[in-house]
Each structure stands twice: as C-alpha cells, then as structure tokens.
C-alpha cells in the first residue's frame, strides 16, 4: 500500500522569508503523480502544485516549487516570499492511474504559520 | 459553474441518528470522491464513482455508510446510526476522468467546502 509521511507537524516563517516543507511517500507504482494542497482555516482545499513522476524536472508555480528526489522518494515543497495569505495545513499526497481509482493518498499535513 | 458544493455545511446529530450529506461536483466531471478527515489528519479516502457506478469502496466505509450518485450528478452519503467516532470532516472532490492527452489539469481533484459533522 502506499503510503505518505509528513514530519513536520508544524512551520513557522517570517513574511517574506522562504520556508520548506518536508514530505516522503513509498510506493512500488512506476507510474504516479504527487501534489501539494493548501487547506486555509475553514475554506475548502485547492492545489498548490502538483509533479508527475516521469518528469525529471522539478515543478513550480510562482513562488511554489517542489524538490522532487525519485530515487529517495522525497518530495519537498520551497515556499519563496512567504505571504500572510500563506498560512494554513498543507498536505502533501499521491495518487496514480495504475491503480484504477486515481485516489488521492494523504500525509497527516503541516501546519504553517507566516509571522509578520 | 462556481466548483464544487457540499451542503450542508455543518450538520450537529445524536448518537443514534441518520444523516445525509449532499455533494454537487463540477458538472462536466464524471468522477466524484468521498473522503474523510478527522481532526489533525490528513483525508482519507472513502468511496468514489465513475458516473453512476460505485466502483470502489474504502474499508472504512462499514455497513452504516451508504452513499449513492444518480444519473451521475450530485452524491448523498448517508451514516445510519451514528456513533461518536463518526464525527469528522467529510469532503467531497470531483475529477474530468478518461481524457487521452495528460494536461496541465490532468486527473486534477477538486475539492468541496466539506460537511463538519458533530456527534453529540
């Protein structure tokens, strides 16, 4: 079964400052994709940003980018410029089209917080 | 088409009673999922469709849970007798399944509001 360990239970950042988010999963699929979402206090989850496995480039979205270690199956998310609007639990999780369903496998989440 | 809805929002029950949940997906999107969140975890996955059919189901989904889609729109979940242990957050997220080309949007979830449910 596939799995996804988050260890930080909580972050802090300053405003302005860049912050990491540490994530690893195991899995024995060649085929899957990782994401990131963003959950806000009392508002729905969105994507923040997502990886497919067979790509060897790291993704990025603006001031999001992943680290993204296949061999390691490491998938770390950098927050650049961290923003007030930053703030929430961010969960990292895995899915992938070999099993059928494509459910979304999740992390226990972090907490961030931007100071500032 | 605003996303993804769930109502209600809150729902506080008894022990003992019946709930149902309703969850209306992006319109074009032929998968929906169920997933549960409890408090300090990540969600978990109950059940999902494809259109109408209920493909797969979670073994967290015991025999209390039923959920449906007909006609391949909105889904209800319904907890029969609800225990304590059933209070949790329970979203729902829809998905455009089958496309052939891997777009930037591929086998993308979106997610509902969620349904917070109390049992008392």
């Known amino acids: 079964a596939q799995t996804v360990t988050q260890s930080q239970p909580e972050m802090s950042v300053q405003e302005a400052e860049t912050v990491t988010l540490s994530c690893t999963y195991d899995?024995?699929?060649?085929?899957?994709?990782l994401f990131w979402y963003k959950q806000p206090p009392s508002r729905q989850m969105i994507l923040v940003i997502r990886?497919?496995?067979?790509?060897?480039q790291n993704a990025t979205e603006n001031r999001f980018s992943v680290n993204f270690q296949k061999a390691a199956k490491s998938f770390s998310l950098k927050i650049s410029d961290s923003q007030l609007g930053d703030a929430a639990m961010y969960f990292c999780?895995?899915?992938?089209?070999?099993?059928?369903?494509?459910?979304?496998?999740f992390g226990k989440g972090t907490k961030l917080t931007v100071n500032p | 088409d605003t996303g993804v809805s769930q109502n209600p929002r809150h729902k506080i029950t008894k022990r003992g009673q019946n709930v149902t949940f309703r969850c209306d997906p992006i319109?074009?999107?032929?998968?929906l999922y169920w997933y549960r969140q409890t408090l300090g975890q990540g969600p978990e996955f109950l059940t999902y469709?494809?259109?109408?059919?209920?493909?797969?189901k979670s073994r967290l989904l015991s025999d209390r849970f039923s959920a449906e889609r007909p006609k391949g729109s909105f889904s209800t979940l319904e907890i029969q007798r609800t225990e304590q242990g059933d209070s949790a957050m329970y979203l729902c997220?829809?998905?455009?399944?089958?496309?052939?080309?891997?777009?930037?949007?591929?086998?993308?979830?979106?997610f509902g509001p969620g349904t917070r449910l109390t049992v008392l």
């Open positions: 997220a829809s998905t455009q399944f089958g496309t052939l080309i891997r777009s930037s949007s591929y086998n993308e979830q979106f």
């Open positions: 899995t024995s699929e060649s085929d899957y994709y």
């Open positions: 990886q497919e496995a067979y790509k060897q």
């Open positions: 999780a895995y899915n992938s089209p070999q099993g059928g369903s494509e459910k979304l496998v």
């Open positions: 319109s074009e999107h032929n998968r």
């Open positions: 469709f494809q259109n109408e059919a209920q493909l797969e």
